[in-house]
């Protein structure tokens, strides 16, 4: 349990282009167990200029693990039980939108979920919780994003949709075609639940839409490849670490609770009544839900 107000610890959830960085000190990869399984893999804690860091490889270093069957919650749950209180969120994206060309960053604000074979909610049967998710990017955090992307020289968009499909296959042309009539601005697999478990767990979450390719939509691009992608994601490597390093010292000044109501996200969430909770699942709960359910 992480109380309003802690002092910033910054979780990165990413590839091995971002922790792999340099100006990292006190590095140690550490096994967190879960309630809900296990995570990713290790988490590697670190300082940056004094500023304790956790970061955790999405998919396992090697990249092992499949969109749909990275353990979502086990993730968030040992980022929360690790101190961690705000998340930078880094991942490979398609474009759905001529003016974003790969090497463009994306500070997403909205997200349209449509994967389906994933666990979503810490909450389940024995206690129901319903958390907002209007806004489901942390307004603060993604200020500071937008001002580290400024600082680095890293061509940046504030604000956009982010279409979360289930993957692991790309998208189809006629559903390309779908998503950009809905308005959405990038394409990718990974970036739910895991905003909403990080909402539920009263983490900041910010998300940075790293586009690789356009969609295949595009009649003037090859249709998208694992190959084309890669190459571009290298070249995105190096804008992530720099990226991370402007922003942590611009994370790390918050004195108080998130203005923006993160920390603060269960507040009003817990439906089930005290005498019908389950305690199997309250103990589960203990470090995300700990501060409303022990107050």
């Known amino acids: 349990m992480v109380e309003p107000g802690t002092p910033p610890v910054i979780g990165v959830i990413g590839g091995s282009g971002i922790y792999d960085m340099d ?4 590095v140690e990869w550490r096994n967190v167990e879960s309630p809900y399984g ?19 490889p999405r998919h396992g270093r090697g990249h092992r693990i499949p969109p ?19 998340i930078l969120s880094l991942s490979a994206v398609g474009s759905l939108r001529e003016d974003l060309p790969p090497g463009t960053f994306v500070i997403v604000d909205q ?27 942390c307004s603060r955090l993604a200020g500071h994003v937008e001002a580290a992307t400024a600082a680095a020289g ?5 604000g956009g949709t982010y279409l979360v499909m289930e993957g ?6 006629a559903e390309s075609e779908l998503y950009r009539s809905w308005g959405c601005d990038v394409i990718g697999m990974t970036n739910m639940p895991e905003a909403k478990l990080a909402r539920e767990a009263e983490i900041c979450y910010a998300s940075v839409a790293m586009v690789t390719d ?19 994601l290298l070249e995105n490597a190096e804008k992530g670490r720099a990226l991370v390093r402007h922003a942590s ?30 305690p199997a699942v309250l103990a589960k709960l203990d470090a995300v839900a700990g501060r409303v359910l022990n107050g």
């Open 168 to 173: 692991p296959q790309f998208s189809s042309r």
């Open 154 to 158: 890293i061509t940046a968009v504030r």
């Open 38 to 56: 296990a995570p990713s893999d290790e988490l590697m804690f670190a300082e940056f200029q004094g500023q304790r860091m956790v970061f955790l």
């Open 68 to 86: 749909s069957e990275i353990n979502y919650r086990a993730n968030i749950d040992a980022l929360k039980r690790s101190g961690v209180t705000e």
């Open 23 to 26: 100006g990292l000190e006190k």
């Open 214 to 232: 356009y969609d295949c939509w595009h009649p003037h691009h090859d249709d998208v490849t694992v190959d084309a992608v890669i190459k571009v």
């Open 249 to 278: 010292p611009l994370l790390a000044g918050r004195s108080t609770s998130c203005g923006a109501g993160c920390h603060r996200a269960l507040d009003s969430a817990l439906i089930t009544a005290p005498d019908a909770r389950d």
């Open 111 to 137: 997200f349209i979920d449509r994967s389906f074979a994933r666990v979503k909610s810490f909450f389940e049967t024995g206690m129901v919780g319903h958390v907002s998710m209007a806004d489901p990017v």
